[in-house]
């Protein structure tokens, strides 16, 4: 039955309406029927008497299905190893065994249900066992498959990357950035892009339409003498050209590889993060550096969720003052940009099209209808009265003028904003009350942005809003994030492709005391995959199970997190679940292992926003110049503070913070980055020599005075009017290093950094020397 409310729409977008509810009526009728009891034993008896092989040798080339009679059919429907046997059936063979683990599908022709169950095959490989000596190197995702050799390749100070006349066209931007890359990690600036004869410590780079079953993202590297990258497509490429980058890392020379041979593409085409730009914003120097980070672990997918609001208690109470932000260049309403922090069309644009060339899609986001304050602030008259500002008015005409208007600034025009084939469209945790007029207003956007032919993403919440009013499914994928709000098997049966983002595993909210401020890693690498959503576990390569993502949530606006705390979450979580949603669990697959290699790979070459610092072996003092420190570090000083200090007096300064002394009713220590400021409450004499420590981690900031803790800044709540709720303020400082001292107020002399926290003891100890 289809539910149409007459008062909510005009004329002409009324009998819009009417067709397009028509049609897919007709849609929604025609998707499959929840299987009865009955019809579960009636499969699971046929597929009882299947027989199915276990085993596939080299000489196979493609696996047959069993014919089933009696008005069934049986489909391979879905391979956890799609570059090995695909949906197809075609087999090819691996380096080494593998086991493939298939979805099957039996239906029954007379009544059109089926039934899905699995089926795990193992597929011989070329070699068996292992012709070389050479272990599988460790890299992040773990590679597919591997043949080891005998000995090293070696890059030396003249090696080139090699790439054909034919293939410049494509991987013309690859090789430039790969080489760019490999100078920045080696030091070697003779290395270059060359064309003509493969000479030893050589890398070539090549597209191989032959291994198209690799996949858009799969390749192959046959490291000897040279180093030979193939792929069918421009993203496989890329991706042997950040293993490769690892591989090098690692080494301490930068300059050694493992001969051997590999295989290497996805178990998931979608592995990805979702950052909140709207309740914090972050740089567009940040978003870039994420992209090359994302593209160094293989993460292809980048969602940018462009607008949101914090929460009205933190706020007085009153709407209007509480924080939202659209963080999008608007022309169309320029009212509606936020004045804190926005991106213009231009720069959005481009970071877009880069991060294609580091195989990064970014998902640009639009949340509506909930979460909307930024809409209805520039736009008060399309506001809901009766569930709040951050809800927009979906009963009101006027709204669906204005969303219109916004979405096609952005997906409209012969050089849109947003550049990619998907468009996220929110919709999400509206009130339930408003079930029917909240799947019309979900239908009608999937349907706007499909209009200017692209496709679409949204939050899964059509199980709390369950209604009548039909939902189109059709190139839709929900990011399933509580099972509450959107029952996984149902969205699957009803036609949408889903991408595991479970909030119970997978969101970070920093320093707000739930869900949580750092995941849980070793759970997630021992327990989790993409499969499984919420307690929902799919079949191993079920194709509507496209991958996952997890997210950062910056919900307590204002409350002390810097871009370098949210990145200091992130990053160990980029680590694990890049192996998990390339990779997944395999039998080499070994936590305490992976915890301990993994601190040897970095964020990519050239970057280092978590201010690591390395040291001697078996010493934490690391030598300057530094540009800054990240957790956890100590800094210990002497200081003698002047007597004529008139404002504040730098000591230590870098892009992103400062340290300062300053006169606040006396000579007090502080310090600042991005727009937060804290001062120690210890007041110092002027002329009068001090020996300072400093240390950090990503909890707070402490500081010792000759030896002794004077404060601890760390656990600070926030209290507000009218609420019993508080936030945390967080008093955390990556401390800067890049220019230090000032000589004309002030002396430091005996500095000193190390990269840990240094226990009391060894501060006392230097307090005396």
């Known amino acids: 039955m289809i539910i149409l409310r007459t008062n909510m729409f005009k004329p002409k977008r009324f009998a819009v309406l009417i067709t397009a509810l028509l049609f897919l009526a007709i849609a929604v009728n025609a998707q499959e029927k929840k299987l009865s009891g009955a019809d579960s034993t009636a499969f699971k008896a046929i597929v009882s008497g299947l027989s199915l092989p276990d085993q596939i040798d080299q000489r196979t080339h493609h696996f047959k299905l069993p014919q089933v009679g009696g008005g069934y059919e049986l489909m391979l429907y879905g391979s956890s190893r799609k570059p090995v046997i695909n949906t197809e059936g075609e087999v090819f063979q691996p380096l080494t065994d593998c086991e493939v683990q298939l979805v099957l599908r039996l239906k029954d022709k007379k009544n059109n ?6 089926h795990t095959i193992k597929v011989l490989g070329e070699f068996r066992p292992q012709s070389g000596i050479n272990k599988q190197p460790f890299v992040i995702p773990s590679l597919q ?42 030091g070697d600036s003779t290395l270059s892009i060359a064309r003509g004869k493969v000479r030893p410590g050589d890398i070539v780079l090549s597209l191989s339409p032959s291994r198209k079953n690799m996949g858009e993202e799969g390749y192959t590297i046959d490291i000897d003498q040279s180093i030979q990258i193939k792929a069918p497509y421009y993203k496989g490429a890329f991706w042997a050209t950040r293993t490769i980058l690892q591989l090098l890392e690692q080494d301490a020379g930068h300059s050694l590889v493992v001969k051997g041979q590999l295989h290497d593409y996805p178990k998931y085409e979608v592995r990805g993060f979702v950052l909140d730009v709207g309740r914090k914003f972050f740089t567009l120097d940040f978003l870039k550096h994420y992209v090359k980070m994302m593209a160094y672990y293989k993460m292809g997918d980048f969602q940018i969720h462009l607008n949101d609001n914090g929460f009205k208690q933190f706020f007085g109470g009153d709407w209007n003052k509480t924080y939202s932000a659209f963080r999008l260049e608007s022309t169309t309403y320029p009212q509606l940009t936020s004045t804190d922090g926005y991106y213009t069309k231009a720069d959005f644009r481009e970071l877009q099209k880069t991060a294609l060339e580091y195989g990064v899609r970014i998902v640009p986001e639009i949340d509506v209808p909930a979460h909307s304050l930024a809409f209805t602030k520039a736009f008060p008259e399309i506001g809901s009265k009766a569930y709040g500002m951050d809800h927009l008015d979906i009963n009101n005409p006027k709204t669906y003028e204005i969303i219109d208007h916004i979405f096609k600034e952005y997906i409209g025009g012969k050089d849109p904003v947003f550049v990619n084939p998907e468009v996220h469209i929110g919709t999400d945790e509206y009130a339930k009350k408003e079930a029917e007029s909240f799947r019309a207003f979900t239908d009608h956007y999937i349907r706007f942005v499909q209009s200017f032919g692209k496709k679409v993403r949204m939050w899964g919440s059509l199980t709390h809003a369950e209604g009548n009013t039909p939902v189109t499914s059709k190139d839709v994928t929900m990011n399933a994030w509580y099972n509450g709000y959107a029952e996984p098997k149902e969205m699957v049966r009803l036609g949408y492709d889903q991408i595991s983002t479970p909030d119970g595993w997978l969101y970070i909210v920093p320093a707000a005391g739930y869900y949580y401020d750092f995941l849980n890693v070793k759970q997630l690498y ?24 997890f997210a950062v949530w910056n919900d307590h606006v204002g409350n002390g997190i810097t871009m370098k705390d949210v990145h200091q979450r992130v990053f160990p979580a980029m680590q694990v679940l890049a192996e998990k949603m390339w990779t997944g669990k395999t039998d080499q697959s070994d936590w305490a292992s992976f915890a301990k290699n993994s601190s040897r790979i970095g964020e990519g070459p050239g970057l280092n926003m978590r201010g690591v610092a390395s040291a001697a072996p078996g010493d934490s003092l690391v030598r300057l110049p530094l540009e800054e420190i990240g957790y956890p570090y100590s800094v210990s000083f002497t200081i003698q503070p002047a007597s004529e200090n008139n404002g504040d007096v730098v000591l230590f300064k870098s892009p992103n913070a400062q340290v300062f002394m300053r006169q606040d009713n006396g000579l007090r220590l502080g310090f600042s980055r991005e727009n937060y400021t804290d001062v120690f409450d210890f007041v110092f004499a002027a002329g009068q020599s001090y020996k300072i420590v400093l240390t950090g981690d990503e909890k707070g900031t402490w500081l010792y005075v000759d030896g002794k803790l004077v404060q601890k ?18 008093q955390t400082l990556v401390f800067p290093l890049q220019n230090i001292g000032d000589a004309k107020n002030g002396l430091i002399s005996d500095l000193k950094v190390y990269n840990k926290r240094l226990n009391e003891a060894l501060i006392l100890e230097q307090s005396k020397i």
């Open 713 to 730: 800044m760390e656990g600070k709540k926030i209290s507000f009017e009218n609420t019993d709720g508080k936030i945390s303020r967080m």
């Open 145 to 186: 498959e591997w043949n080891g050799g005998s000995g090293y390749f070696k890059l030396l100070p003249n090696s080139r990357i090699i790439l054909s006349a034919k293939d410049q066209k494509i991987l013309g931007p690859a090789a430039s950035i790969f080489l760019k890359d490999l100078r920045q990690l080696t």
């Open 113 to 118: 249900l089926f039934y899905e169950f699995p």
């Open 526 to 549: 021992q327990r989790w995959e993409p499969n499984q959503i919420g307690k929902e576990v799919f079949l191993m390569g079920h194709p509507k199970i496209r991958g996952g993502m």
